[in-house]
């Protein structure tokens, strides 16, 4: 689950910041849904309540005051990674020292 987290989340994340510059409030939603969820999952609460943030926003049409949430979520988001990551590091050398 965190290897598709790490995976997908940047994708979602340069998929909102296309559509933020495209003003393209759907793309914005639907990305920010997706990551929302996904944050959820691996207990990533402030990244998760951003991007439903965001997704409110987008829903409403209000992308002209976005960006400085979306400027959080890239650094929640920089934050969760560098957790998540180590958190998998770490399961790795576990698994590891188990099969011997």
């Known amino acids: 689950m965190v290897g598709s987290f790490l995976?997908?989340?940047p994708q979602l994340i340069?998929?909102?910041r296309d559509s933020l510059a495209d003003a393209d409030a759907a793309g914005v939603r639907q990305a920010a849904h997706t990551l929302k969820s996904s944050s959820a999952a691996l207990g990533c609460m402030t990244l998760s309540e951003l991007c439903r943030h965001i997704e409110t926003m987008a829903?409403?049409?209000r992308l002209d005051i976005a960006m400085p949430i979306f400027q959080q979520i890239e650094?929640?988001?920089a934050e969760a990674e560098a957790f998540?990551?180590?958190l998998r590091h770490g399961e790795e050398e576990a698994a590891c020292r188990a099969a011997g």
Do not use: D, I, V
């Open 14 to 16: 340069a998929a909102m």
């Open 7 to 9: 995976k997908s989340a």
């Open 75 to 77: 650094s929640h988001y």
């Open 59 to 61: 829903s409403e049409g």
């Open 84 to 86: 998540l990551a180590a």
